[in-house]
């Protein structure tokens, strides 16, 4: 009765729900209170992150991702979950403006998410959220160690071999 439906064609862009990586993401993103919430989907794919997070109660959500396809995939599927044009953001990731939101989801490759992660803490505000995928388990602990400079990590969750990490960022809420 009280669930979500979201309903998504990928295009060419990653990210259908099926993959451990965004499940892992999603059944995160159902167990917590988004009203009020600005979210940044890192990555974005299809904007699966976002959409979700907006159908769960965010008020806004920013989708980047360095695929032009993948703005465009994010951009129909917005339209076909009836998320209204200004309430989802979309940027690709080398014109991102300097933001500062209350949750970053990135569900991007290790390697990416390790080069990224000074630019990715950034976006994040004291007190706000991370989610972070895409990481196979034997590299979740360099992940890990990477972020902790900025965040509080908690223990982390896997499915199939993949991971999911979350932390807290470190100073005052706003």
């Known amino acids: ?14 990210g259908t729900g099926t993959h451990p990586t965004t499940a892992l993401c999603l059944g995160w993103l159902d167990q917590q209170s988004l009203a009020g919430q600005q979210v940044l989907d ?11 997070a907006l159908l769960l109660g965010a008020d806004k959500a920013i989708g980047t991702d360095n695929d032009p396809q993948a703005l465009i995939a994010s951009r129909d599927n917005a339209q076909r979950n009836q998320i209204a044009e200004q309430r989802f953001d979309l940027f690709m990731a080398d014109v991102l403006p300097q933001l500062q939101v209350d949750l970053c989801l990135a569900n991007i490759l290790s390697g990416p998410l390790q080069e990224l992660a000074p630019t990715i803490s950034a976006t994040v505000k004291p007190g706000g959220g991370l989610v972070l995928s895409g990481i196979l388990e034997q590299q979740a602990q360099a992940v890990n160690e990477c972020y902790q400079q900025w965040f509080d990590m908690t223990p982390w969750q896997s499915r199939d071999g993949w991971v999911r990490l979350q932390g807290v960022k470190r100073g005052a809420a706003l």
């Open 1 to 14: 009765e009280d669930a979500v439906c979201l309903m998504l064609d990928p295009g060419l862009a990653f």
């Open 42 to 52: 890192f990555g974005c794919g299809s904007g699966i992150l976002a959409i979700a």
